[in-house]
């Protein structure tokens, strides 16, 4: 493999993008705390799945853009992805085993 | 072509001490993992308050994590300031990241002290011990991560940090962001999931 290609560096998205992903994620963040404050929702079933999803997407912009997995090689989707997925079956696991599911 | 950069790449194509700063951040995955999962597993199985649902800071914890969220903007645009050579600007953007780091250590200790104030010690009971190993963990990675930029800083000011040593800042970004994804996690799971009945 030559060193131009060892060399090149991998795409990083503009200051505009950088921007764009911080406006995004402050605004998820509002939704967030606004909808913990919505008395109608609180107590419901329906509030940790739609804070996770909401939190899951935050943490994809982050990681993708910032972390610049998305233009970066696979390599390191791939590193990275491996144990979070490990670490997400571990939670799962011990919250069963724990019985974290019931009061 | 520095001899440097040529010693840091590999048959995979990629820089050495990126690949291993990824498995690092995966081993790190594992570790918040187990702890988020023992702060889950015991979340409102306390038999004593406080509760989360009395004590935590909702308004307050806000504003902190949008402070570590703009952090990481300001540290991307570092990045970029870094890559171009452009010298003043890397020197504004890593102090903006270090003193927004700076910032949020100092809410943590207000929240921290505060829950002490209201009788919640690691020692008073399961979410008291669980809260503060795990936002502690994560307190001690800021402080790192805070340090690490503050060096960084010093390079900088003695013109030691140009295009050349992109690698290091982006390493030290890469762990800044993780930092503050964890924290995603945490503000998410933690402070606005609050699960079980309140004792």
Not at chain 1, 6 to 26: D, G
Request: overall charge neutral; aromatic content about 12%; some cysteine.
């Amino acid at each position: 493999m030559s060193q131009e290609v060892l060399e090149k560096p991998s795409a990083h998205p503009s200051a505009r993008v950088y921007l764009s992903i911080a406006a995004i994620l402050t605004a998820i963040t509002v939704v967030e705390v606004a909808i913990f404050y919505i008395p109608a929702i609180r107590g419901t079933m329906v509030l940790a799945p739609v804070l996770l999803l909401l939190s899951a997407g935050k943490f994809a912009l982050v990681v993708m853009f910032y972390m610049h997995l998305k233009p970066d090689s696979k390599l390191f989707t791939a590193i990275f992805t491996a144990p979070l997925v490990l670490a997400a079956a571990v939670i799962l696991a011990l919250m069963t085993l724990l019985g974290a599911w019931v009061y | 072509m520095s001899t440097a950069a040529i010693g840091h790449y590999t048959s995979t194509g990629q820089d050495t001490r990126k690949i291993a700063f990824w498995t690092f951040i995966g081993s790190e995955c594992m570790l918040f993992g187990t702890l988020i999962a023992t702060y889950l597993s015991y979340e409102g199985k306390s038999v004593v308050g406080p509760t989360p649902q009395e004590i935590l800071n909702i308004p307050l914890t806000s504003v902190s994590t949008f402070v570590l969220l703009m952090s990481s903007l300001a540290m991307v645009l570092a990045l970029a300031a870094v890559m171009r050579g452009d010298t003043r600007y890397s020197k504004v953007w890593l102090a903006t990241t270090a003193v927004l780091g700076a910032v949020f250590l100092v809410f943590q200790a207000f929240e921290f002290t505060q829950f002490v104030d209201e009788g919640l010690k690691i020692s008073t009971n399961l979410f008291g011990s669980t809260f503060f190993v795990l936002t502690g963990c994560h307190g001690l990675h800021v402080l790192v991560g805070v340090i690490w930029l503050a060096t960084l800083l010093i390079m900088s000011a003695r013109g030691k940090l140009g295009p050349e040593k992109a690698m290091n800042v982006e390493i030290a970004g890469l762990y800044w962001h993780f930092v503050d994804v964890v924290w995603i996690v945490i503000f998410t799971v933690v402070y606005l999931i609050q699960r079980g009945p309140a004792a």
